[in-house]
């Protein structure tokens, strides 16, 4: 999805595909195949670009490290990506910096699986520090013996340091900022936006997220700011955060005011909760990202409408999403639709719509809502008119 932007500001794009019908690959004309874990492979790609950047975390230590031995500038670069590859890094640097977060703990055993949960109350939730996306490598688990096949796994992939244990956070919702950061220091924040999760997986996303209490969202903005200008972040950044009502007793950002904020975690790339400003804002992600990994001056990022509503579009039973087209831009012209070119499975995201309007009052973001449920329903073929 960086490729409109890089066509239209004429910057060439290459990406290391991992196999040649792979979406990125069908779009971008330089799109050798190769593994981001084969060392050789990635060396031989990065040796032709003035920039490496990244679209997922999985690009292991030891390929970044080579790289950056080679100089090649890495951006967002290793020491800032780790926190968003390792959620034991990333728990232990934002508790250093004292940003709020979950109670957490490090575990490798199960006297400390049950150390943590007397201190914090079952459930807990525990996690693979690494390696996990779509809440899997996630588990709520309510008793010791939930836990125990994670722990028969700790020191295996994904679980090398232990597990990332956490309090069951009883969040009123998820939001999400999304901020961009330049070499040069500069930076350009959305505003917040409201997730919504359905099993695990990001269905809506709704901007600005309504109803939030201004000085949490200045928190929250100021908070993502802070994280990547310590941590170094160059590119776009994605915190993910739970929003509590009062004081949670978990340590959170202002104290007993009406509610506040914990970070989840961070994303150092364009992300699904920011697909919203493609249609949605003066400066879309991607474009936002291709110019901070530049070094380029940043965009606006000013929101284009009141509201801006995001729905992800799921796999389901239709392998072709054409036919939906003619119907869906019938009905509702504003609605606009973006399919990635992916081989539809079931609960896979395959695309998103995005619809934008309304005067801001609660009313348009039902309808706005309304549009983009239809419409992602329609495409996945959960309702058929
Ligand atoms: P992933 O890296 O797979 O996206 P996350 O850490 O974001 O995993 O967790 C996925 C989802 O699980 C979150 O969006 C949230 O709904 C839920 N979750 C994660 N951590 C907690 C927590 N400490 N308390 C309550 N719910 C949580």
């Not at 590859?85 to 957490?104: F, I």
């Not at 009052?361 to 058929?384: F, K, M, N, T």
């Amino acid at each position: 999805m960086c490729q409109p932007p890089a066509v239209a500001l004429s910057l060439t794009l290459s990406v290391l595909a991992e196999s040649p019908t792979a979406s990125a690959a069908l779009v971008v004309p330089h799109s050798p195949v190769g593994e981001h874990t084969d060392l050789a492979a990635v060396r031989e790609f990065a040796r032709h670009c003035d920039v490496v950047t990244f679209d997922h975390e999985h690009v292991p230590a030891d390929v970044l490290a080579a790289l950056e031995a080679d100089g090649i500038p890495l951006h967002p670069s290793p020491a800032a990506l780790v926190h968003a590859q390792d959620k034991l890094a990333m728990r232990r640097r934002l508790t250093e910096l004292g940003l709020p977060c979950p109670r957490w703990a490090q575990a490798r055993t199960a006297q400390e699986v049950e150390e943590f949960a007397a201190q914090v109350g079952w459930p807990i939730v525990v996690k693979a520090p690494r390696g996990g996306y779509d809440g899997k490598g996630v588990q709520v688990c309510r008793s010791l013996a939930e836990v125990e096949p994670w722990l028969s796994g700790v020191g295996e992939a994904g679980l090398v340091d232990g597990l990332l244990l956490e309090e069951a956070v009883d969040f009123t919702r998820e939001l999400a900022v999304m901020v961009a950061r330049s070499p040069s220091g500069q930076a350009a924040a959305w505003p917040v936006a409201q997730t919504v999760q359905t099993d695990g997986v990001c269905t809506e996303v709704l901007v600005p997220a309504p109803d939030l209490d201004e000085d949490l969202a200045v928190a929250a903005v100021e908070g993502a700011l802070r994280i990547a200008g310590e941590l170094g972040v160059t590119g776009v950044m994605a915190m993910e955060l739970f929003e509590v009502a009062g004081p949670s007793g978990a340590g959170t950002a202002d104290g007993s005011a009406g509610s506040a904020y914990l970070v989840n975690e961070l994303a150092m790339r364009p992300h699904n909760s920011g697909h919203w400003t493609i249609d949605g804002s003066v400066t879309s992600q991607f474009e936002q990202h291709l110019r901070a990994v530049l070094d380029l001056p940043l965009g606006d990022p000013s929101t284009r409408a009141p509201w801006t509503v995001m729905g992800n579009v799921l796999g389901g039973e239709h392998p072709d999403l054409y036919p939906t087209y003619r119907h869906l831009m019938a009905r509702d012209p504003g609605l606009k639709i973006h399919l990635y070119g992916k081989g539809v499975r079931p609960g896979r995201k395959l695309g998103h719509v995005t619809v934008f309007g309304g005067d801001g009052s609660a009313g348009s973001l039902a309808e706005l809502r309304e549009r983009a449920r239809h419409a992602a329903d329609y495409l996945q073929g959960v309702i058929d008119e």
